[in-house]
C-alpha cells in the first residue's frame, strides 16, 4: 500500500482564494511527522509545514495550515489568499518513529497553478 | 548559514559513461540522504546515511550505484553505467538526526540541495 497519496495531479486556483490540497497516509506507527513541501519550476524542495502525530492542534504558517484529521489520517494543506508565485509542486510526505533522522516519504505530488 | 550544496547542477552523459554527483551537507547535520526523482514525480529515497555510516540503502540498485560518504561529511554518488533510465534529478539531502526532543521546531525537517539534474543519452 501506498504510505502517502495525493489524487490530486493538478489543481487551478483563482488568485486570491483559499485551496486544499489533499493528502491521505497509512502507518501504524503511532509517532510520526507530516510534512508539506513546495518545489518551484527551479527545482529546490522548500519546506512549508509540519505536523507531529501527537500535536493537538493544527499547524499554521503564516498562509499555510495544516488540516490534521488523525483518524481519517488525512493532512491536507490548505493555502489561503493564493498569489502567482504559489504555482508549483506540492508534496506531502511523512517520517515514520521518533528518530529526526528517518528518512521522509513522498507522494505523488500536486501541481498548483494560479490564474491571474 | 550556508545551505546543502551539490554538483554538478546539470549534467549529460552517453549511457554507459560513467557518472558522479557530490553533496555537502550542512554542517553539524549528522544524517544525509540521495533522493532519486523522476519527472512529475515525488523523490524516491535511495540511500541514508547516518553519519559515515550508510544505514538504509536498500533501494540503492547496488548493480551500477555506488555511494559513499567518507569521514561524515561530504557524500558522493555514482552511477556506472549510466542507462537511459537514470535521466532523473538526484537530491540530497540533510538533516540534524538524532532523537527528536519534542520542543516547538523540532521537525526532522530535511534540508535540500537544489539538485543534479541528469540526462543520458
Not at chain 1, 519546506?47 to 493532512?75: C, H, M, P, V, W
Not at chain 1, 491536507?76 to 504559489?86: E, F, K, P, T, Y
Not at chain 1, 518513529?97 to 505530488?109: D, E
Not at chain 2, 558522493?76 to 535521466?87: F, M, N, R, V, Y
Request: glycine letters at 10%.
Amino acid at each position: 500500500a501506498q504510505k502517502i497519496t495525493q489524487t490530486q495531479p493538478g489543481m487551478f486556483v483563482q488568485e486570491k482564494e483559499a485551496v486544499t490540497l489533499d493528502c491521505t497516509y497509512d502507518t501504524s506507527d503511532p509517532s510520526y511527522g507530516l510534512f508539506w513541501y513546495k518545489q518551484p519550476s527551479s527545482g529546490e524542495m522548500i519546506f512549508l509545514i509540519y505536523q507531529g502525530s501527537y500535536d493537538q492542534q493544527n499547524a499554521t504558517e503564516g498562509r499555510y495550515s495544516l488540516n490534521f484529521q488523525k483518524a481519517r489520517k488525512s493532512a491536507n494543506l490548505v493555502i489561503s489568499a493564493s498569489q502567482l508565485g504559489d504555482s508549483a509542486m506540492y508534496f506531502c510526505a511523512m517520517r515514520e518513529g521518533s528518530n529526526a533522522g528517518n528518512m521522509l516519504t513522498f507522494g505523488g505530488g500536486t501541481r498548483l497553478m494560479v490564474k491571474p | 548559514e550556508a545551505g546543502v550544496v551539490q554538483s554538478p547542477r546539470y549534467k549529460i552523459i552517453e549511457k554507459k559513461q560513467p557518472v558522479a554527483f557530490w553533496c555537502n551537507p550542512i554542517s553539524g547535520h549528522n544524517t544525509l540522504y540521495w533522493y532519486l526523482q523522476n519527472l512529475g514525480q515525488g523523490p524516491e529515497l535511495l540511500i541514508r546515511y547516518e553519519n559515515e555510516e550508510a544505514v538504509d540503502d536498500s533501494q540503492l540498485p547496488k548493480d551500477r550505484f555506488s555511494a559513499e560518504r567518507l569521514k561524515g561529511v561530504d557524500s558522493t554518488l555514482k552511477i556506472q553505467p549510466a542507462e537511459l533510465g537514470d535521466s532523473a534529478v538526484y537530491l540530497c539531502a540533510s538533516s540534524p538526526g538524532g532523537p527528536l526532543a519534542g520542543v516547538p521546531g523540532d521537525t526532522g525537517e530535511l534540508f535540500f540541495g537544489e539538485g543534479s539534474r541528469l540526462t543520458v543519452l
